[in-house]
């Protein structure tokens, strides 16, 4: 179920948008400031958050930043009464998927609404590939480790093995250890995994 938080300390406001949500299906928490959602809200569950840019205490750019700080990735999409350029471009520039001007069109919010849940599958999706990927190569033994380092530098078994202090025939061994743990046939594949788990290729 995707959700959508709603923070903004206008009830009426609160109680519209979260009608017009529940009615196409959404999972609406609504909040009526930055501080309340942060108390409640929970980067695992999928979903946005549509925030005011301007509450007492923190306001919508504010919080943005606080969960930037904290690393967490929600989709925000901001509506404001009182349009500000300057505002619209710090929000775009810090990841906002929109910045709507009240009173918002109910078009324009579900299509917002609908690229913020294609950002947020991307990103969980790519946090899973990633944690995959890690856990793969926390897999190896120190020296496939090694051996996975200079394999994706482009280096060749009998340069590895010189570079190792070993002979070439302990090199294929590891290496056909190394790939078989990874689940990779090719050198490229083994450099696409190396890099979604964000090891560094130095190039020979």
Known sequence: MFTVYLVDDDAHMLKALSRLLSTKGYEVRPFDS???????HDPAFPGCAILDLSMPGLDGLALQQALATDGVQRPIIFLTGKGSIPASVSAMKAGAIDFLTKPVSKNELLQAIS???QVDFQTRQA??????AKA???????????????????RL??????????????????RGHMMQKLGVRTVADLVRLAEKAGISIAKS
């Open 127 to 132: 946090d899973v590939e990633l944690a995959a």
């Open 157 to 174: 078994n009998k340069q590895i093995a010189g570079d190792l202090g070993t002979v070439e025939k302990t090199i294929k061994f590891h």
């Open 34 to 40: 930055a501080e309340e959602f942060l108390a409640h």
């Open 136 to 154: 793969k190569i926390a897999s190896l033994t120190p020296r496939e480790r090694e051996v996975l380092t200079h394999v994706v530098a482009g």
């Open 115 to 117: 690229r913020a849940e």
